[in-house]
């Protein structure tokens, strides 16, 4: 079985000035890949869901 290949969408956390841009691809079943749209060079982070949720719902009830 093969990954899909990334569908990245651009966080709604991100600035509107496009000074802090952060893209999430979470198309695959078993990994959640995290990039800064500005610096592509650097590569991505990748969680499991379980852990990319965990992180999203714990930064939810730290937003500003």
Do not use: I, Q
């Not at 500005?38 to 499991?48: I, N, S, V």
């Amino acid at each position: 079985m093969t990954e899909a290949s990334p569908n990245w969408h651009k966080s709604t956390y991100s600035g509107n000035d496009n000074d802090a841009c952060v893209e999430v691809a979470d198309n695959a079943p078993r990994v959640v890949r995290v990039r800064d749209t500005k610096d592509l060079a650097t590569g991505e982070l990748t969680a499991a869901p379980p852990a990319w949720a965990a992180f999203v719902a714990y930064a939810r009830t730290r937003a500003v």
